[in-house]
C-alpha cells in the first residue's frame, strides 16, 4: 500500500517548464532518441534463426537494466513500501502488465510510434511522483487506484518493450519461445534492478535524511518523467 506523506505541493511549475524547453531544444537539434537497440545486438539478431533461449534472455535483462524509464517508475512503485508481501503484489501487477502487451505486441506486430509511446512511460513516472506526494488527494480529493494504475501504466510499458523488440527484425522461425526468453531476460533484469533499489532505500531509509528529502526525490523524479515526456513528444512530432 503507497504511502502519502502530508505535504504541501511545492511550486514546481516554472521548473517543468524550463525542463521541457530543454527537452524541446534537444529534441529539435537531433538529439532526441528512444532509448534503441544496440546496432551490435540488431545485427546479430537479424543473421540467427531457430530457438536461441540463451541470447533472448540475455537482450531482456540487459533492456530492462539499461532503461531508465522503466528503473525510474519502479522507484516510484516502491518508494514507499517497506514490507516485501506489498512490493511483491505492485511488482508483480507492473510484470503482468508489461509481460502481457510485450509479447502481444511483438506477436501480433503492433506498429506504434516509439516515441509516442516513451512520452506515455514518461507520464508514467509522473504520475508516480505525484502520487508519492499525495498530489492526487489535495487536488481532487480521492485517491486513485495505486494497484490498477500500476497494471495499467505495466501495459504500456510492455508496449514499450515490444517497439524495442520489433526493431530487432526477429525470424519467424523460434519467434515464440525467443519472445518467452526475452521475457524472461526482463523480469531478471527487473528483479536485478529491484534488489538494488531495495538495498540503496533500505539503507537510505535508516538515515535521518529520508524523510527531509523524500519529497525532493520525488519532486526531481516527477521533472525527469516531464522532461522524458516532452523529450519523446518532441521527437514523435519532429523525427519522420
Given at each position: 500500500?503507497?504511502?502519502?506523506?502530508?505535504?504541501?505541493?511545492?511550486?514546481?511549475?516554472?521548473?517543468?517548464?524550463?525542463?521541457?524547453?530543454l527537452a524541446?531544444?534537444?529534441?529539435?537539434?537531433?538529439?532526441?532518441?528512444?532509448?534503441?537497440?544496440?546496432?551490435?545486438?540488431a545485427g546479430?539478431?537479424?543473421?540467427?534463426?531457430?530457438?536461441?533461449?540463451?541470447?533472448?534472455?540475455?537482450?531482456?535483462?540487459?533492456?530492462?537494466?539499461?532503461?531508465?524509464?522503466?528503473?525510474?517508475?519502479?522507484?516510484?512503485?516502491?518508494?514507499?513500501?517497506?514490507?516485501?508481501?506489498?512490493?511483491?503484489?505492485?511488482?508483480?501487477?507492473?510484470?503482468?502488465?508489461?509481460?502481457?502487451?510485450?509479447?502481444?505486441?511483438?506477436?501480433?506486430?503492433?506498429?506504434?510510434?516509439?516515441?509516442?509511446?516513451?512520452?506515455?512511460?514518461?507520464?508514467?513516472?509522473?504520475?508516480?511522483?505525484?502520487?508519492?506526494?499525495?498530489?492526487?488527494?489535495?487536488?481532487?480529493?480521492?485517491?486513485?487506484?495505486?494497484?490498477?494504475?500500476?497494471?495499467?501504466?505495466?501495459?504500456?510499458?510492455?508496449?514499450?518493450?515490444?517497439?524495442?523488440?520489433?526493431?530487432?527484425?526477429?525470424?519467424?522461425?523460434?519467434?515464440?519461445?525467443?519472445?518467452?526468453?526475452?521475457?524472461?531476460?526482463?523480469?531478471?533484469?527487473?528483479?536485478?534492478?529491484?534488489?538494488?533499489?531495495?538495498?540503496?532505500?533500505?539503507?537510505?531509509?535508516?538515515t535521518r535524511?529520508?524523510?527531509?528529502?523524500?519529497?525532493?526525490?520525488?519532486?526531481?523524479?516527477?521533472?525527469?518523467?516531464?522532461?522524458?515526456?516532452?523529450?519523446?513528444?518532441?521527437?514523435?512530432?519532429?523525427?519522420?
Open positions: 500500500m503507497t504511502l502519502n506523506p502530508p505535504w504541501a505541493i511545492w511550486p514546481f511549475r516554472p521548473i517543468v517548464t524550463a525542463l521541457l524547453a524541446a531544444a534537444l529534441a529539435l537539434t537531433g538529439a532526441a532518441q528512444a532509448h534503441g537497440v544496440d546496432t551490435s545486438d546479430y539478431i537479424a543473421e540467427i534463426t531457430g530457438w536461441n533461449l540463451l541470447p533472448y534472455v540475455y537482450l531482456g535483462a540487459k533492456h530492462m537494466i539499461t532503461g531508465y524509464d522503466h528503473i525510474l517508475f519502479l522507484l516510484g512503485v516502491i518508494f514507499f513500501l517497506y514490507r516485501m508481501e506489498h512490493i511483491g503484489i505492485y511488482v508483480s501487477l507492473f510484470a503482468i502488465g508489461h509481460s502481457t502487451t510485450m509479447l502481444l505486441g511483438v506477436y501480433f506486430n503492433w506498429a506504434i510510434s516509439s516515441y509516442f509511446i516513451d512520452a506515455i512511460i514518461g507520464l508514467s513516472v509522473v504520475y508516480k511522483a505525484l502520487d508519492n506526494i499525495g498530489a492526487f488527494q489535495r487536488w481532487l480529493g480521492f485517491q486513485p487506484n495505486t494497484k490498477a494504475a500500476t497494471l495499467i501504466f505495466g501495459l504500456f510499458h510492455g508496449l514499450g518493450l515490444a517497439t524495442k523488440v520489433l526493431e530487432y527484425d526477429m525470424s519467424p522461425d523460434g519467434l515464440l519461445p525467443n519472445l518467452i526468453a526475452f521475457n524472461v531476460g526482463v523480469e531478471i533484469g527487473q528483479l536485478l534492478a529491484l534488489a538494488a533499489i531495495l538495498i540503496v532505500m533500505g539503507f537510505w531509509r535508516r535524511s529520508f524523510w527531509k528529502l523524500a519529497y525532493s526525490a520525488n519532486v526531481a523524479m516527477m521533472c525527469a518523467g516531464f522532461v522524458l515526456f516532452g523529450y519523446q513528444l518532441v521527437g514523435f512530432i519532429v523525427v519522420p
